[in-house]
């Protein structure tokens, strides 16, 4: 079985803080994904790494990086956090050779609260 | 415009109905399409692909409509562990494996 697993379930950071969301996968996948998901606006794409040290903006990054040093780990970095950045964060990952699914496989998630 | 949209619901059906759940999306150049399932308070998961041809797997049907750019998912009798949020799914053509997710449409299953 596939599984990623996420740092923490529940975080609660202090506005400006920089916050670290760690997630780690035992499938050997190549791609590795990070999301947030808040109400009405579904799950959307901050970065994505097609490989180690490699690392693709997705449609919001703003006010985020990633580093992926390891092929099995893939960090998300709030450098200063707001208020606005309190959601749930998923990860997930995927096979390159993933054809014709492209199927991802998240992680429990970790709820932050930013205050 | 949204890439992809969905009536977010609730649909609340009894056991044993059937209920049926549309997409549409906004690129033509959508190559694949998915539906995935969340659990409340859960991660997604893949439920199962969708092919221009119609797909069934047991309960739950897909189909896609090309010319029109949308997706079906039907679900024939509906149990209580049917409830669940039902989120849409498309890749872009030379997208790889990035995928694009709909906002969802949660399904409420009663006694």
């Known amino acids: 079985d596939v599984k990623v697993t996420q740092s923490s379930r529940y975080l609660v950071k202090r506005t400006g803080e920089k916050v670290f969301l760690e997630c780690v996968q035992d499938m050997d996948h190549e791609n590795m994904f990070w999301y947030r998901q808040d109400p009405g606006l579904g799950l959307r794409l901050i970065y994505f790494?097609?490989?180690?040290?490699?690392?693709e903006k997705g449609d919001i990054p703003e006010g985020y990086s990633v580093s992926r040093e390891k092929k099995e780990r893939f960090s998300l970095i709030l450098e200063s956090a707001s208020t606005n950045q309190t959601s749930m964060y998923l990860c997930?990952?995927?096979?390159?050779?993933?054809?014709?699914?492209?199927?991802?496989?998240f992680g429990p998630g970790t709820r932050l609260t930013v205050t | 415009r949204k890439e992809v949209e969905q009536d977010p619901g609730p649909f609340n059906v009894p056991e044993g109905a059937t209920v049926a759940f549309n997409c549409t999306y906004s690129?033509?150049?959508?190559?694949?399409f998915f539906w995935y399932r969340q659990d409340c308070r859960k991660e997604p998961k893949l439920l199962m692909s969708?092919?221009?041809s119609g797909n069934e797997d047991g309960r739950f049907t897909a189909q896609l409509n090309r010319a029109s750019q949308y997706i079906s998912l039907l679900i024939r009798d509906s149990k209580l562990s049917d409830s669940a949020t039902y989120l849409c799914?498309?890749?872009?053509?030379?997208?790889?494996?990035?995928?694009?997710f709909g906002t969802g449409t949660q399904l409420k299953v009663e006694l």
């Open positions: 997930a990952s995927s096979s390159h050779y993933g054809y014709p699914t492209y199927e991802q496989y």
């Open positions: 690129n033509s150049a959508s190559q694949s």
């Open positions: 799914v498309v890749t872009l053509t030379g997208g790889g494996n990035k995928l694009t």
């Open positions: 790494s097609y490989d180690v040290k490699m690392k």
């Open positions: 969708v092919y221009s």
